[in-house]
């Protein structure tokens, strides 16, 4: 089969590539041709697998000489991030809306010259919720809690979960939405989402450096590992329409959990020298994005897939440590442990 990942140079566009690799199939079919689409050039070390062909370059203009390539399955990954939306509207509406439209107008040219549709697996996010003042956030966000977002990325992403459901309406893609919690621990450096202080805080700590938290320590939020995430994308992607149960987008399991208890799950997996590295300095424009976000949420469409949260946010933590521990260079990532 022929595969393509948007966004496959990317946090989790290369881990999905590297699980998808390892293994070997996808619903039942063998992984031939995985095609890593990305602005930037993915790793060496994914390129170098003969099963893997990278194209670099902004997806928009790519998309023009997709139409007339038959692929079996897309996971559309590739976007701005929140804060780079909120801060660039042209480059949000450009990445997100009009690539979308684009990637999904070149499947359809498929279709209409005779293939199947092509199952598209679109990484939404939890950015779609927000409150307002004629549909309040409930205590935990849910798969049926009505959309409202706050910032021009959650609402990208809810534009182009409707163009994806109405394209598999009409035939023209076998598409489906998974809203991804934020994800953590994001190994590297800081990014441009309004989130990335949610890893910032355990990986620069853990790392010997020292963390701002933007946020109240009392600010709570739904979280997953990269693990459950790619996990999620996967089950996803194979889960036949009839397990879906509908064509609208499905929240992944996420482990609920206030900064403070973050902390606390650092301080009992690395010590109290490592928590102490993390020092609070209000940023009223990241806390007015947060607070515009649920606190928690619920995933009973994924459950029904048979996916789980993490055990909790220390398991969370542990897994980032094993990662850099195996990663080359990794060592670096965790010598604040050493101190
Ligand atoms: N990481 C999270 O916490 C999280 C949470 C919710 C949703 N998501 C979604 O998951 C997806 C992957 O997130 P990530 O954390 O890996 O982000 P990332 O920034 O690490 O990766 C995104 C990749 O997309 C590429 N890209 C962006 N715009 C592009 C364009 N116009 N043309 C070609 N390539 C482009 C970037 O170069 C990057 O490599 C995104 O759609 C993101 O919105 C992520």
Redesign the pocket.
């Known amino acids: 089969m022929k595969l393509m990942i ?8 290369s881990r999905l590539a590297r699980a998808l690799l390892a293994r070997g199939s996808l619903a039942g079919a063998r992984i031939e041709h995985l095609v890593l ?4 050039p993915p790793s060496a070390a994914l390129t170098a697998d003969a099963r893997v062909e990278a194209r670099v ?4 203009a ?1 998309c023009a000489a997709l139409a007339g390539e038959h692929f079996d399955g897309v996971f ?6 929140s804060g780079e939306c909120e801060a660039d509207f042209e480059l949000g509406l ?2 997100n809306l009009d ?1 979308t439209r684009a990637l999904l107008d070149a499947l359809r040219a498929s279709v209409l010259a005779g293939a199947p549709p092509t199952r598209l697996v679109f ?5 779609v919720f927000g409150p307002d003042a004629s549909a309040l956030l409930p205590a935990q966000v849910g798969d049926t809690t009505l959309p409202a977002p706050q910032t021009s ?1 959650g609402t990208q ?1 809810l534009m182009c979960e409707y163009m994806i459901a109405d394209y598999t309406r009409k035939g023209y893609v076998d598409g489906r939405s998974a ?6 621990v ?1 190994p590297g450096r800081p ?1 441009g ?1 309004a ?1 990335s202080f949610f890893s910032g805080i355990i990986r620069e700590p853990l790392a010997g450096q020292e963390a701002i938290l933007p946020v109240s320590p009392q600010t709570a939020h739904p979280i997953s590992s990269p693990a459950r ?1 790619i996990e999620g994308l996967i089950a996803v992607y194979e889960a036949s329409r009839e397990a879906l149960g509908g064509r609208l987008a499905l929240n992944l399991p996420a482990v609920n959990v206030r900064v403070s208890e973050m902390l606390d799950a650092l301080e009992a997996v690395a010590g109290r020298t490592v928590r102490e590295r993390v020092r609070f300095v209000a940023d009223p424009i990241i806390a007015s994005i947060v607070a515009n976000w649920p606190s928690a949420a619920t995933a009973e469409r994924a459950a029904r897939l048979g996916l789980r949260p993490d055990a909790d946010f220390a398991d969370i933590i542990r897994q980032y440590i094993a990662d850099c521990a195996l990663a080359p260079g990794g060592a670096e990532a965790l010598k604040g442990m050493r101190d």
């Open positions: 948007t966004g496959g140079a990317g946090f989790l566009g689409a990305d602005q930037v370059g902004p997806l928009l790519q559309h990954l590739a976007s701005a991030v450009r990445s690539t990484s939404s996010s939890i950015a990325y992403k809203r991804l919690m934020t994800v953590a994001r990014n989402a989130s995430t």
